[in-house]
C-alpha cells in the first residue's frame, strides 16, 4: 500500500501537506522536517503544518524557519486554503484526526485528496485510506528513513534531512535506550550520520539548552518521589505551589517522570502535576511488560504507548495521588 503511494508520488510533482500531532515534539518535528526536506528535493511543493509551536530547542531544528513551515495557531484564516490545494497529506506520528488539535481535526476528517498515515501509536484511525503504521517501530522518524530506503532516495538526503530524522529517532528512543531500539535503529542512525547529521549538536540543541525554571521544577518533583507497591512503583508530584516557586514555565517538568525509573527495582513511574486550573495532568513510563497504556486508559481516560501514557484526574492533588496508589498497589503490589 506504502509502496503505491511512493509510486505514485515519482509519477510527477504533487502538492503536499504535512501535519503532525498537538504539541509537536522531537520525533513529530524531526518526522515532518524530514520527510519535507526528502519531498522537496525530489520536486513537490511541500508544506509542513503545526497545530502549535513545538519547544524553544525544537524550532532551531534545520528548516523550521522556512516559507514552508506554518503553524496553524498563528495562521488560522489560512488552513482551509492549505488543505484545498493540497493533493495528498501525510499525517505523521498520530493515530487519530483528534490528536492534531481541534483547528486542524474537521479539516483532516474532511479531506478529498489521499491521505496517507505514517505512525507508530497503537489503534491507527480507519480515516486514512493509505498506513505505514507499526507499534513496534520507536519512531516516526526511522519508519520514513524506511520509506527513503524503499523509495531507493539515500542521494536526495541532505543534511537538514538527516539532522531531522536522527534528532526524532534520538527524542523518541531516549538516546538509543529503549526497547524499542534495534540493530536497524544503529544502522538507520549511521546513514544519518554519513548523510550530514551530527548527533552532538543534536543533543546539544535539545539538551543543554535548559532554563534555570527547569532544573528548580526537577528539584521540586525529584525531592517528592515515594516508593509505592513494595518498590515497584515511583510516584513524583508537582503541585501549583512547587510549580509558582520553580518559576515554572510550560515544558519545564518534560522528561522529569523517567527519573522514576532508575531507581532499583522500580518498574513504572508516575509524575503528578497541578496545573493552573487544578487538573492533575498525569505521565506514567515503564519498563518491559508492564503496559501503562492499558493501565492510564482504564483508570484515569488516558492512554499512549505501553511503556509510556498520560492521563489526567479531576480530583484533588493529595486525592488523586492516593487514588493513584490505591490502583498501583493492586496492579503491581501482589506479583
Ligand atoms: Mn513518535
Not at 50 to 57: D, I
Not at 236 to 244: F, G, K, N, Q, V
Not at 257 to 270: D, H, K, Y
Request: glycine content about 8%; aromatic content about 8%.
Amino acid at each position: 500500500m506504502i509502496h503505491d503511494v511512493l509510486r505514485t508520488l515519482r509519477q510527477r510533482a504533487h502538492q503536499i501537506l504535512i501535519t503532525t500531532h498537538w504539541n509537536p515534539d522531537g520525533d513529530a518535528v524531526g518526522s515532518a522536517l524530514g520527510w519535507a526536506h526528502y519531498l522537496r528535493a525530489s520536486g513537490h511543493q511541500v508544506r509542513v503544518l503545526f497545530p502549535n509551536a513545538p519547544s524553544k530547542p525544537l524550532q532551531q531544528s534545520p528548516g523550521f524557519q522556512s516559507a514552508f513551515v506554518v503553524l496553524a495557531d498563528d495562521r488560522p484564516d489560512e488552513l482551509e486554503g492549505l488543505f484545498a490545494r493540497a493533493e495528498l497529506h501525510f499525517a505523521l506520528d498520530y493515530n487519530t484526526p483528534s490528536r492534531a488539535g481541534a483547528a486542524l481535526e474537521p479539516l483532516i476528517a474532511a479531506f478529498a485528496g489521499r491521505q496517507v498515515l505514517i505512525d507508530h501509536h497503537q489503534q491507527p484511525d480507519g480515516l486514512f485510506g493509505d498506513a505505514y503504521s507499526s507499534t513496534a517501530m520507536g519512531s516516526t522518524s526511522e519508519m520514513i528513513a524506511d520509506l527513503i530506503t524503499a523509495d531507493e532516495g539515500w542521494a536526495q538526503v541532505d543534511p537538514a534531512c538527516a539532522e531531522n530524522l536522527l534528532m526524532g529517532i534520538i527524542t523518541d528512543s531516549g538516546s538509543f535506550r529503549f526497547p524499542s531500539t534495534t540493530a536497524q535503529t544503529f544502522a538507520t542512525a549511521a546513514r544519518l550520520i554519513e548523510a550530514g547529521a551530527q548527533p552532538h549538536a543534536i543533543h546539544e540543541r535539545l539538551f543543554d539548552a535548559n532554563p534555570l525554571s527547569r532544573l528548580t521544577t526537577f528539584g521540586f518533583g525529584l525531592s517528592s518521589a515515594r516508593q509505592v507497591a513494595r518498590g515497584k512503583a515511583v510516584v513524583l508530584r508537582l503541585s501549583r505551589e512547587d510549580l509558582e516557586r520553580a518559576q515554572y514555565v510550560s515544558g519545564d517538568s518534560e522528561g522529569l517522570v523517567n527519573w522514576g525509573l532508575s531507581v532499583e527495582g522500580a518498574e513504572v513511574s508516575v509524575l503528578l502535576r497541578e496545573d493552573a486550573a487544578g487538573l492533575i495532568k498525569m505521565s506514567f513510563r515503564s519498563k518491559g511488560d508492564r503496559d501503562v497504556n492499558e493501565f492510564a486508559r482504564t483508570h484515569f481516560a488516558g492512554g499512549g504507548h505501553r511503556n509510556a501514557a498520560g492521563g489526567a484526574s479531576n480530583e484533588a492533588l493529595a486525592d488523586a495521588e492516593s487514588q493513584l496508589i490505591r490502583l498501583l498497589e493492586s496492579w503491581l503490589g501482589r506479583d
